[in-house]
Structures are given as structure tokens and as C-alpha cells.
């Protein structure tokens, strides 16, 4: 995708102190940027078409849970050519693309993988974060620029490997996102496998070049936070968003590393023989395996829920970072419990690193740890619920206005009280001894994630696709992808609740088909759950068309489009190499809107202080800053 | 388009950016070997009496290589020192000596202790067959010696060495491809002294590697190996020479290799059996992978000082243009060496004297 | 001598040059006071280590007491290592909040994952007591 960036400046003033005439060259201008803007839409783009794939993997997975062992139809037969015969099979009457139990858990892993690491991560922390906090801050860059782009480029390269397993003899990682050892350590290296280029081995590079890329993106995003910040910008001034994408840096920075060791611990195991999780005396197929044994494939699962947990905080923070800027813009008053957020976006932070074992209740644990991570999980429900809450008081009295990025902010909201309230009964160990690993766990994390956070990722495209592009998106087919893909993603994950409580499996490759007599009364939800996916995807053309053709024919955006006061919007837009076309302090709070006595119902964060009148509310100007 | 606070300190942090950002960076490198040292913990913990060992790792050379990181340590942080002073020549004089210093810490870990390991032999006995070799273990005493109190002395299960010969049954072997991999590897066959019909295979240059291929030989058709391995012969280590010595209860400072006394095991009562090498238990696999990701950052930060100290652009020819910015960049390339330094003070008492 | 300031452009206040340049002079003296400190620590570090391998053929009683006494003598190591050769003596309150709460989390990561191992489920096969 291209932006309309150009390279001169639009106001191209005598006394602009950004280098106008800045020209690197189309490889370092496009390809090999340090610009944060163009490093953002990089993560973005390449993070939207990985958000696409995982969808279009679940799509077939959910054909064959509504129709075990029939052929994908219309395009199984390109399926198999493409994936080949570890995926897909022909059935009985030679119609080729029926999807094998292999392919299933293939995509099913690789479905998780992207959908997380490939997606998500990319979009709302990397994509949003770049583009807009150095902007939201006053700053004309990140801190490290150089450091920026080959943290892109490291997370491309884990893009390669990742899209080039599908394509190796066995197909991609068959584990699950979660690659619990001993399976994963076996998983692949049959005698039909090659010694590296085999699904798991390339999953597992793929997650340490991944890993690597977020490292350095958070030691940016941090540094520039605390270092970058314009004159008058304190520290409870920032925008709520830049606290949320602080918070996330750090969970990113301190959480990822045990999973890289425990990534480096797998390829130990795979390739030279070591025994980090494989324990004594396994056997497989009847024979006893080469490993000297003595290995512990909990240690693994330990490594990585210590970070797999963080990540899902990770998930969701940029999001509500997000929705906190578009409620307070589209509702005209200040964010309600300011505050009270960030203070509770710390407490998350900080307790998300003890609840991990939460994922481990069947692992035989004692009373005593199960006590303590049942104790620390409910805990950290507290904080979440703060900051919904607060969101939601903040519509309260507020002259609301229904745009876009309004609706899917707003129904963010009691979509992701959904994920967060059905998540509080598997804090308890009793409870989650028999939801695990059934549908009820899938429904509760994909109505945080997808009606969540995604929905929060459609808010920030189209509340800041003005600002990047120079152009509005279509506001009736904006209408129409939320409303269609409200009642879709529902009609996808509410039955999951229904089926994980009559005990339904999340990774039978047919859909519960083998065991239909003990699931009798739920089963049947398949196909409406798989014809809602369909319908959703079908819902996201109209969104497809509007990203792509706005940017020719989209309303030319003025700088400000939604009268909004945090600094982004005080740049040209879109905005120059550089950012600021003049020098930036900030004079006030971040949601100054509605100020009794202002002449307009918002007041930039930078806009000076008019000298004939006291200054509004929370004005201290640029010089009394340093105290903080 | 300058970046602010790149060499001089935003006044209410007090910090360059350089600095706030390798402290990060450091922070995460902390949770990186954590992770590591907490499957050390784990491992350590859940291996089974016996099968965690002591005393293989040369204590000597270990010791010699952490007074040669200390003193780097040392090195870099007087190298920063002469920067602020502005004395460029002594820089390059501590900084020179802080890279020499690396690279022969490397030096002695790649040409000497990991190499080492791998023409080293051991065999983990079967629980069953441990009696059989009471002779090379001495578990007898041991059990006594532990009824009387102190710290627990760990009974022994494994039998390790310097492999002498190996003697296998090539009945079903390849003939051609058997003489041609002998005489590759400079090894010579004949018939053993106790059992004819077997080969006993010797040579210079018989590592356990070489035994896995040998083991590993086809027999012209894909249906089994063609060679069987029956009976290791190796030039015992100093605990299994002499079991019942109460100096081989415990380790001691100066390494000792393999002994002249020679010990058979059967094949087939050996549970699983390599080279020092990752594979050969969990011991070896942590202490090779802290190490190897350890030296890993010793390599980076060599080449970084190399960097900082070579006539070119971005290293000492910084020294005229901006050297308060050569001096942040020794910094921060300092905390770093440092970060190193502080993890191999931990490893060296955990993996070679504990 | 050739002072370096900030040539660049810096959207913070400027501090104003004089102070720079007199924080650079004041920097020289506060450096030849340190060189022997650095030195010293140095020989410390040395010998210390020499007392770690010492230490590590004394028997303290259990092999719990034998670890213990070589990570204490190693945490001190560390501490002179960190707190002279690393400023961490004197350096800014920001990178001990970051520090603090690093160490908190990788210390959570062992005595939690200690604390699974350590605590079974009563009466069966994952029980080691």
C-alpha cells in the first residue's frame, strides 16, 4: 500500500525547520526507512495481510468442523496442489481437498501463531505505536531510528520462515501455537523430514527472529517515551495511549526473553539431540526414542506461559489505548478516571507476571501454587476491570457522535466484558479442571482478541487513516463492515461457550463427529458457527475496498478531521520527514474538550494560552515540566 | 534531523538515550539468562541421585578464564575513564587490552575446553546392570560412607573415559563401505582376542563420533544397521579407576584425565552413551547452551569494542569530531561487557564448581 | 581540549554551555579519583575469585549450605561489579525502578517455578517425596 507522502513538505514555509528537502531515494525512502511513519505502515501492512491469512486459515478449518471429511468445495482442489498432501487428501470418490487431521493441526497452530505474532502484535503494538506515539508525544522520530528498521526487517525475515514452513515436506508446525514438548520435539523429524527445513524446526527460528524484532522494538518505544517527550509534556499529560503502548513495551521487553531461551532449548533438542524437555524413557510408536532422557517437558510449558501470558495483556493493551482516544474524542469530554487508568494499566503490568500457571491447573500442582496463581489471577481481574469501567463511565453525559470508529469503539466495550467476565471462573483451578482445552477456553480468548481487539485495531484504521493517508474512508461502508461484522463475530463465539460447558474438545480435527453421541445437544452449532465465519468474511470486503481505493478516491482529509487535541493531529497531514513543521510545547492535559469558557468545544494540547484570559483548567505551560 | 539527547542528558531523567536504552536492553538480557538459569534449577532438581554430575569441567582453566574477563572488565571501564579524560592514546591502550582479553577468552573455550569434551566418553549404565560394574563404581562404599552422616555423596552411574577400542559384530556389515570408513578415520580392525568372530576396532582418532557413524553404517540395504556395537573398551577416568578411594568422593582443583587402566562395558548394558556432547544429559546440555549463548555475547562485544577502536568512521576517528560521543559509545559498550562479566561470575561457580 | 556539546538540534530546554563545559572540567577530576577505585575493585574481583574456588572444596555440611555459601560470594561479585565498574552507584532513579522490577520478575520465575516442582499433587507419580 502506498501513502501520500510526498517529498516536500505540503507547507513548505522558509522558516519550516524539518528538512524539506529531505530525498533519500526510493530504497531508503520506501524499502530501507528509519522514518517511524513509514516503519508503521510497514508493520501494518505486512501485519494486516498476516491478520487476513490466519482467517482464511480458520475458514477451512471451520468448513471441516461443520463437514468432517468432505472436500473444501470450489477450491480444494487448488488447496491440496498448493499445501500439498500432508494437508489435504482426496476422498473417497477422488475429489481432491479434504483436510487430514495433520493439516488440521497445522493450521490450527499456524492459525494461532500468525493470528498473535504475525497480526496483532504487529498491528496494534508495532503498527499504531510507531506511527502515532512518537507523534502524540512531540517527538520527530523514535529515539533509535536505525534500531527501528532493522526491527522490522528482523520481523520480516520471522515472516519468511513462517510462510515458507507451510511449503516443506510434513507441512508447517502441527503442535499447537503452544509447542508443548515431548510432541514437539519429535513432531516433524520423521525419516520423510529434512533436518531443518521442516515445519517445527522453521516455526521455532521463525518465533527467535520474531522474539528479536519486538526486543528492539520495545527498548524504542520505551526510551522514547520517557526521553522524547516535547516540552510541557509530563508525564500525566500523555495520552492514554501512550501509557497503554509504555506499559506493553515493557511486558514485551521483560516476558519475551525466557521464551526465546526456551525456543533456543527446543532447537537444542531437535537438532543436536539434547534432552532440555524430553524425559526419560520415551516412547514412540512403539520404540523407545535416542534422547538420554531426563528432560522435563513442564519446564517448557512453564518458559513459555511466562510469556505467554504477558503476551495476552499485550494483546489487548494497545487496543484499549486505542479506544480510550476515540471515546474521548467522539463523546467531547475527558476520559472519566484518567488517573485511576493509568494506575491500574501498572498494577496489570506488574501482576501479569505471576499468574501465569493459571494455563498449567492440569499439570498436578499442589495446593500451594494452585492457591497462589488462583489468588494473583483473580487479583489482576481488578485493574481490568478499572479501566472498562472507566471507559464506560465516560460516555456517560457525553455529546456522542456515532462515526465510525465510534461504533467499533463502543462496541468494543461489552464485547471484551464478554472475553474479560468469562474468563474470571477459569481463575479457579476446580472450575478450569474441566474447561480446559474445550471450547469455552477458545470462546473466552477469542471474544477478547477478535471482537476485542480487532474490533479496537478497525477503530484506530479508520480514526487515523486521515492522518497517514490525507484521505477519509467511506463512511457507509465503514457502517456497513461494523454492523455485519458485529452479528458474525458473535454468531462465530458465543456457541462456544455453549459447547465447551457440554465438554467439547478445542482440537478435534472433525468437529466432535467421533464422540457426536456424547455431544448430541451442541454438535449441531457447527455449521452455524462455520457459516457465520463465512458471512464475516464476506463482511470484510467492503473494508478491503474502502483501505484500498480511499487512498485515491477517499474525501481529502483536512489536519485535524475529528476537531481532536492530542498533538498528532497539530501536524500536516500527512505528516513530513521530521513531523512538526514548528517548534512544539504542550500547554495542557490530553482531552481538554468541552471546557467551560473555551470558544470551541475542544482545546489542542498544544494550543498556547490566550494572554487576556487565566489559563482553562490544568494549564501550567511548558516551563514548570521538569519537576517530573 | 538530529535526535535529542543523543550525546548530552535530558535534564529531568538525567540520561542519554544510548544509556536508558541499553539498561533496557540489559534488563531483558537479565530475563534471557534467567530463563536459562531456571531450567538449570529445574533440570538440576529433577534429575535423579547420580545423574547430576560433579567435578568434570576443568577448574583450572575455568578459573584462569574469569580472571581474564574480570580484568577486560576492568580494561573497559579504564578505557571509558581515559575518553573523559581526553587521553586517546591511553583509550586505545585499555580498550586494545579489553579486546585482546575477549578474544582469548574465546580462544580457550573454542580451541580447548569445548573440543575437549568432545573426545571424552561416557556411558550411563542401566539400573538393572549397576551391580555387574560395582568394580568401576564403588556404590557399595558409597552407601556406607553416607549412613555415617555429612553431605550425601551421589552414587555413581555412569563410566566415562577416553575410548580405546570398540569392538562389534560386522557379520551383516558392508564390506567395502566398512574398510573404506577405517581407513577415513585412520582405524584398524582385527579379530578380538576373546570372541573371533568379532571385530575389535582401535585407532588414534577413535572419539565417540566417530563410533555413532561407525554405528550408523548401512549394510547395502536399508533394512538394519549393519554394524552392531558390542563392547566398549576406554581408558578409565580417575574415579572409575579407583572407586574406592575416598579421593574420588569428591572433586578436586586439579583436572585429571584419563588414566592407563582400562574398563569394558557391554553395549547392552548401557542405557544411553556419547561424547561429553549436549545430547549426553541435561548437565551438558544447559552447560553448552549457557556457555555457548554466553560466548555468543563475548563474540558481539569484542566486535563492538573492535569497532570502537579501529581508525574508522563511527569508531575512534569519533575521537576529533565528538568525543564526549565516543566516550557514551565506550559507555554503553562498556555496560554491556560488564552485563557479560556478571553472568560468567555466576556461571563459573555453578557449572564448574558446584 | 576539545569540549563536545550538542551540536544538533534539541527540542528540550538548552542547558546553557557555560554549565556543559564546567560539568565536562569538573568531569576530568572526578575520573583520576576513580582510576584507582576501578583498579582496586579489580584486584578485589580477583581475589574473590580465588576465595570462590577455595570455598568450593570446604564442605559447609549439605550440599544446600555448599551452594548457598557460593552464591553468596558470587552475588557479591556481582554487586561490586554492578555497583563500580557499572555506576549503578549514583546512576538515575530510572534505571533502578527498571532494575527493581527486573529482578522481582526473573526472582518470581524461579521461586514459582520452584514452588510448582516443589508442591505436587499428594499420591501420584509427579510425587518425589
Known amino acids: ?628 | 534531523m538530529q535526535i535529542p539527547h543523543e550525546v548530552t542528558a535530558r535534564p529531568d531523567t538525567g540520561l542519554y538515550n544510548a544509556k536508558l536504552g541499553i539498561w533496557l536492553f540489559l534488563a531483558s538480557e537479565v530475563m534471557l539468562f534467567g530463563g536459562l538459569f531456571s531450567a538449570y534449577i529445574f533440570l538440576r532438581m529433577g534429575a535423579p541421585d547420580g545423574y547430576w554430575p560433579h567435578g568434570l569441567l576443568n577448574v583450572p582453566v575455568g578459573a584462569m578464564n574469569t580472571a581474564v574477563l574480570i580484568a577486560s572488565s576492568v580494561t573497559v571501564v579504564l578505557a571509558w575513564a581515559s575518553l573523559k579524560m581526553r587521553k586517546f592514546s591511553q583509550y586505545k591502550l585499555w580498550m586494545g587490552i579489553s579486546i585482546l582479553c575477549g578474544a582469548l577468552f574465546l580462544f580457550v573455550k573454542l580451541a580447548y575446553e569445548w573440543p575437549q569434551k568432545f573426545d571424552h566418553f561416557g556411558a550411563f549404565i542401566k539400573p538393572e546392570a549397576l551391580a555387574k560394574y560395582e568394580p568401576l563404581l564403588g556404590n557399595k562404599r558409597i552407601e556406607e560412607e553416607n549412613k555415617k552422616g555429612g553431605a550425601k555423596i551421589d552414587p555413581r552411574v555412569e563410566i566415562s573415559g577416553h575410548l580405546h577400542e570398540v569392538v562389534i559384530d560386522a557379520s551383516a556389515a558392508d564390506k567395502e563401505r566398512l574398510d573404506a570408513f577405517l581407513k577415513k578415520h585412520h582405524l584398524e580392525a582385527k579379530p578380538d582376542a576373546h570372541h573371533p568372530n568379532l571385530l575389535a576396532v582401535e585407532g588414534k582418532h577413535l572419539t565417540p563420533g566417530v563410533v555413532e557413524d561407525l554405528a550408523r553404517l548401512p549394510d547395502g540395504t536399508l533394512k538394519a544397521p549393519g554394524i552392531k556395537l558390542k563392547t566398549f573398551v576406554l581408558a578409565l577416568d580417575p574415579v572409575n579407576a579407583d572407586p574406592t578411594n575416598p579421593e574420588s568422593d569428591k572433586p578436586h582443583f586439579w583436572y585429571k584425565g584419563a588414566t592407563e587402566k582400562h574398563g569394558e562395558i557391554q553395549v547392552e548394558d548401557v542405557e544411553s552413551w556419547s561424547a561429553f556432547a549436549p545430547k549426553h544429559s541435561p548437565y551438558f546440555a544447559v552447560y553448552f547452551t549457557i556457555t555457548g549463548l554466553h560466548g555468543l555475547h563475548v563474540l558481539a562485544g569484542v566486535l563492538i569494542m573492535l569497532y570502537f577502536w579501529l581508525p574508522i568512521e563511527g569508531g575512534a576517528n569519533m575521537f576529533k569530531r565528538n568525543p564526549e560521543h565516543l566516550a557514551n559509545r565506550v559507555e554503553v559498550v562498556g555496560l554491556f561487557w560488564h552485563f557479560v562479566d556478571l553472568v560468567w561470575i555466576f556461571v563459573f561457580p555453578i557449572f564448574y564448581l558446584l | 581540549m576539545t569540549d563536545s556539546h550538542d551540536h544538533g538540534k534539541s527540542a528540550a530546554p538548552a542547558v546553557p554551555h557555560a554549565t556543559a563545559a564546567a560539568a565536562d572540567h569538573g568531569h576530568d577530576a572526578h575520573h583520576d579519583m576513580h582510576l584507582g577505585l576501578y583498579l582496586g575493585v579489580g584486584a578485589f574481583l580477583l581475589v574473590a575469585t580465588a576465595v570462590t574456588v577455595w570455598l568450593a572444596y570446604v564442605d559447609f555440611g549439605s550440599r544446600a549450605a555448599n551452594i548457598t555459601v557460593a552464591m553468596i560470594v558470587a552475588s557479591i561479585k556481582v554487586g561490586f561489579v554492578a555497583a563500580i565498574f557499572m555506576h549503578l552507584k549514583g546512576e538515575k532513579w530510572m534505571i533502578w525502578k527498571i532494575l527493581l522490577f527486573t529482578i522481582f520478575f526473573v526472582i518470581g520465575l524461579f521461586m514459582l517455578t520452584y514452588l510448582h516442582w516443589a508442591d505436587p499433587i499428594f499420591g501420584t507419580t509427579h510425587s518425589h517425596h
Open chain 1, 1 to 628: 500500500m502506498s501513502t501520500a507522502a510526498t517529498t516536500h513538505a505540503p507547507d513548505d514555509h522558509a522558516h519550516a525547520h524539518d528538512d524539506h528537502h529531505y530525498d533519500p531515494g526510493f530504497w531508503r525512502k520506501w524499502v530501507f526507512s528509519t522514518d517511524h511513519k513509514m516503519i508503521g505502515i510497514q508493520y501494518g501492512t505486512t501485519g494486516l495481510a498476516f491478520l487476513m491469512f490466519g482467517f482464511m486459515l480458520m475458514m477451512v478449518m471451520r468448513w471441516q468442523l461443520a463437514h468432517p471429511g468432505e472436500a473444501v468445495p470450489v477450491i480444494g482442489g487448488m488447496l491440496q496442489a498448493i499445501f500439498g498432501s500432508s494437508a489435504f487428501q482426496a476422498d473417497a470418490n477422488g475429489i481432491r481437498g479434504v483436510l487430514t487431521a495433520d493439516g488440521y493441526n497445522s493450521f490450527g497452530a499456524m492459525h494461532g501463531t500468525i493470528m498473535v505474532f504475525f497480526g496483532i502484535v504487529p498491528v496494534a503494538f508495532a503498527a499504531f505505536g510507531n506511527f502515532v506515539v512518537p507523534l502524540q508525544i512531540g517527538a520527530i522520530d523514535m529515539t533509535f531510528p536505525k534500531i527501528n528498521m532493522a526491527s522490522f526487517w528482523c520481523f520480516f525475515i520471522s515472516c519468511i520462515f513462517m510462510v515458507v514452513s507451510f511449503f516443506v515436506p510434513g507441512g508447517a508446525a502441527k503442535s499447537g501455537w503452544t509447542s508443548y514438548p515431548p510432541l514437539s520435539g519429535i513432531a516433524d523429524l520423521g525419516p520423510l523430514n529434512h533436518v531443518f527445513m521442516n515445519g517445527q524446526t522453521l516455526w521455532v527460528t521463525g518465533m527467535v527472529f520474531n522474539i528479536t524484532a519486538s526486543l528492539l522494538g520495545s527498548v524504542n518505544f520505551i526510551a522514547t517515551i520517557i526521553q522524547l517527550r516535547a516540552p510541557g509534556m509530563t508525564w500525566m499529560r500523555l495520552p492514554f495511549f501512550v501509557w497503554a503502548q509504555f506499559v506493553t513495551a515493557f511486558l514485551l521487553l521483560l516476558a519475551f526473553p525466557p521464551l526465546e531461551a526456551a525456543g533456543v532449548m527446543q532447537l537444542m533438542d531437535r537438532a543436536f539431540g539434547t534432552s532440555f524437555f524430553m524425559p526419560t524413557g520415551l516412547i514412540v510408536n512403539g520404540a523407545i526414542t535416542q534422547w538420554s532422557g531426563g528432560g522435563s517437558p513442564i519446564l517448557w510449558q512453564h518458559l513459555f506461559w511466562f510469556l505467554a501470558h504477558p503476551e495476552v495483556y499485550v494483546l489487548i493493551l494497545p487496543g484499549i489505548g486505542m479506544v480510550a482516544e476515540i471515546i474521548a474524542c467522539n463523546t467531547r469530554k475527558p476520559l472519566y478516571g484518567y488517573k485511576a487508568m493509568v494506575g491500574a494499566i501498572f498494577v496489570l503490568g506488574f501482576l501479569s507476571f505471576i499468574v501465569w500457571a493459571h494455563h498449567m491447573y492440569m499439570t498436578g500442582m499442589g495446593a500451594k501454587v494452585a492457591g497462589f496463581f488462583q489468588v494473583t489471577t483473580i487479583m489482576i481481574s481488578v485493574p481490568s476491570v478499572i479501566l472498562v469501567t472507566a471507559l464506560m463511565l465516560s460516555l456517560w453525559g457525553g455529546s456522542i457522535r456515532f462515526t465510525v470508529p465510534m461504533l467499533f469503539a463502543t462496541a468494543f466495550l461489552p464485547m471484551f466484558g464478554i472475553g474479560g467476565l468469562t474468563g474470571i471462573p477459569l481463575a479457579f483451578n476446580a472450575v478450569d479442571l474441566y474447561l480446559h482445552d474445550t471450547y469455552y477456553i477458545i470462546g473466552h480468548f477469542h471474544y477478547v482478541v477478535a471482537p476485542g481487539t480487532i474490533f479496537a485495531i478497525f477503530a484506530g484504521v479508520y480514526h487515523w487513516y486521515p492522518k497517514a493517508t490525507g484521505r477519509m474512508l467511506n463512511e457507509f461502508l465503514g457502517k456497513m463492515h461494523f454492523w455485519l461484522s458485529l452479528i458474525f463475530i458473535n454468531g462465530i463465539f458465543f456457541p462456544m461457550f455453549l459447547q465447551g460447558m457440554a465438554g467439547v474438545h478445542r482440537r478435534w480435527y472433525d468437529g466432535g463427529a467421533t464422540y457426536e453421541q456424547l455431544i448430541t445437544p451442541v454438535i449441531h452449532w457447527n455449521n452455524f458457527m462455520s457459516v457465520s465465519a463465512f458471512l464475516l468474511g464476506l463482511a470484510q470486503i467492503p473494508f478491503i475496498i474502502n483501505f484500498c481505493a480511499s487512498i485515491w478516491m477517499g474525501r481529502k482529509a483536512s489536519d485535524n478531521p475529528w476537531d481532536a487535541t492530542t498533538v498528532e493531529w497539530d501536524t500536516p497531514t500527512p505528516p513530513p520527514h521530521g513531523n512538526f513543521i514548528k517548534e512544539i510545547s504542550v500547554y495542557r492535559g490530553p482531552y481538554e474538550y468541552s471546557v467551560p469558557g473555551a470558544d470551541k468545544d475542544f482545546t489542542p494540547q498544544t494550543e498556547a494560552p490566550r494572554s487576556d484570559r487565566p489559563p482553562s483548567v490544568g494549564v501550567a505551560g511548558p516551563i514548570a515540566t521538569h519537576a517530573h
